[in-house]
């Protein structure tokens, strides 16, 4: 898969997992101890992944924000990194009491811990290590003489 290709499909995955955080037949309802402040659309989505309303607006804003990167390479790369900086961060704050409902405003916690931390190593690999074959042979070229 190439880097613009990731961009794509974790931007459709994003808006569609932000646009399903509202719709209630997918929420089942979180934990009462819960400290978020924050409670439209507060739920776990598909019973496994704490959400509320800005949580599942932030999904959208980096689902439209990877569906847009995907026009170029650049811009692919550059939002592979974003996210991959990004949700290591979100994972670390999910394991940290406080940090992890973000000041009560957006649950970082239980199972979202481990799936920001391997969206975090996907976005990582295609923003720092993966090399596209098609920018490597358009940044390649090669000349030959006829004599």
Do not use: C
Not at 68 to 86: E, L, P, Q
Not at 95 to 114: A, E, K, Q, R, V
Request: hydrophobic share 50%; glycine share 10%; aromatic share 12%.
């Amino acid at each position: 898969m190439s880097t613009r290709y990731f961009s794509l499909v974790l931007g459709i995955i994003f808006l569609l997992v932000g646009i399903a955080g509202f719709v209630p037949g997918l929420l089942h309802s979180p934990e009462p101890a819960a400290d978020v402040q924050v409670t439209q659309s507060f739920g776990r989505l598909m019973g496994l992944f704490p959400v509320n309303a800005l949580h599942n607006v932030v999904h959208i804003i980096f689902g439209i924000w990877g569906i847009a990167a995907y026009r170029s390479y650049t811009g692919a790369r550059g939002y592979s990194k974003a996210v991959a900086i990004i949700y290591a961060v979100l994972a670390i704050m999910g394991i940290i009491p406080g940090l992890n409902t973000t000041f009560g405003l957006i649950p970082l916690y239980g199972h979202d811990i481990w799936l920001h931390a391997v969206i975090a190593i996907a976005a990582a690999y295609f923003g720092f290590v993966a090399t596209d074959r098609e920018v490597a042979r358009s940044t390649t070229t090669t000349t030959t003489h006829r004599i």
